[in-house]
């Protein structure tokens, strides 16, 4: 069946530093990807979409490129701030019964952002 | 702000006891969706709604039901409650048509059985 599969986490950067977080799938068709964002004690939050190869999502500062030849959907961001400091989600959509859609998560990365 | 509005947000109660998640989803959305938030399970899809309908189901347990109401908002209820159920329990909204793949998520209503 349809999966996401990241990078575990925590990943732990200085302000300022490069982000990457890998993030891979598997899916039949042609899903549409999703970063989302999760701060502490809130829900979540769509923070990029890229809806068909090639494309790349972008917001924030961060980015992705939906990669078909590879599966992946990585988030990067050149230089992150301490308000960064989050749970992001990778995920896909996928048809299901053909009729309606349903959003498929990976487990999570936690990013802290040290001052 | 989502627009998806979730109630309560925290609730607490004992083993064996029934509960009522509330959404209220974004103004317009026809789709609902009910996700499980946990430590060891990660978010889990437990189930759709479309206009009153069910359109998916995930994991979602016998002891759990959800529906769809007229006005669209929807209830998710939760019987027989084990410590295991323990957890963040959100809501989503999706857009307008059978065809979107966005989903815009409540705050959730963060359960604890005791």
């Known amino acids: 069946g349809n999966s996401v599969t990241q990078m575990e986490g925590p990943v732990t950067l200085s302000e300022e530093a490069f982000l990457t977080i890998n993030c891979t799938y598997t899916?039949?068709?042609?899903?549409?990807l999703f970063w989302y964002v999760q701060y502490p004690g809130e829900g979540l939050q769509l923070l990029l979409k890229?809806?068909?190869?090639?494309d790349k999502g972008s917001n924030k500062g961060f980015e992705a490129t939906y990669r078909k030849e590879t599966t992946s959907f990585h988030l990067e961001k050149g230089s992150v701030q301490v308000s960064d400091s989050a749970v992001y989600f990778c995920?896909?959509?996928?048809?299901?019964?053909?009729?309606?859609?349903?959003?498929?998560f990976g487990t999570g990365t936690l990013l802290a952002v040290q001052p | 702000d989502s627009g998806v509005t979730q109630t309560p947000k925290h609730l607490i109660t004992a083993t064996g006891q029934r509960v009522t998640l509330r959404c209220s989803p974004r103004?317009?959305?026809?789709?609902v969706y009910w996700y499980q938030q946990s430590l060891d399970q990660g978010l889990q899809f437990l189930i759709q709604?479309?206009?009153?309908?069910?359109?998916a189901k995930g994991n979602i347990l016998e002891r759990f039901s959800a529906q769809q109401f007229p006005d669209l908002h929807s209830e998710l209820n939760l019987s027989s409650l084990e410590l295991g159920d323990s957890a963040l329990y959100f809501c989503?909204?999706?857009?307008?048509?059978?065809?979107?793949?966005?989903?815009?998520f409540g705050q959730g209503t963060r359960l604890t059985v005791v």
């Open positions: 995920a896909l959509s996928s048809l299901y019964g053909g009729a309606t859609n349903k959003l498929i």
């Open positions: 890229a809806t068909k190869a090639d």
């Open positions: 989503a909204s999706g857009s307008r048509g059978l065809e979107s793949t966005e989903a815009f």
């Open positions: 103004s317009g959305d026809l789709s």
């Open positions: 709604y479309y206009n009153g309908e069910e359109r």
């Open positions: 899916a039949t068709g042609y899903p549409s």
